[in-house]
């Protein structure tokens, strides 16, 4: 079995800023291309959210002890991304496989 580790990133703006967000992100990214050695996308996202505001969503897999690179990474291009976008809000968190979260317990994980 493949063990994961998960970073899940969440960016709330409203739909008025969408451009000047994107913006950004294509800025971020000309700067600050992504580095494989710490995390791979799996998978980016947009929605509408409540209010009328829009939800980007992303999705990487964590290089095996990069989680503290990863969230380090990300909280930098969140406040990057915030600076100058009234309403921005984000969310980032590290989710661990099932299995590594029984270890932290120093338990064995069930079969499911």
Known sequence: MRI?????????????QANKV?????????DNPP???IETN?????????????LAVS????VKGKEKEAL?????????LAAGIE????KSEVILDFQEA????NMTAPEV
């Open 4 to 16: 994961i580790t998960i970073l899940f990133s969440r960016v709330w703006f409203p739909a008025d």
């Open 22 to 30: 994107a913006k950004r992100y294509i800025d971020w990214l000309k």
């Open 35 to 37: 580095d494989k050695t």
């Open 42 to 54: 799996v998978r980016i996202g947009v929605l509408s959210a409540e209010n009328g505001n829009i």
């Open 59 to 62: 999705m990487a897999d964590i």
């Open 72 to 80: 380090y990474n990300v909280t930098k291009q969140n406040v990057f």
């Open 87 to 90: 309403g921005l809000k984000y």
């Open 102 to 105: 029984y270890k932290i317990l």
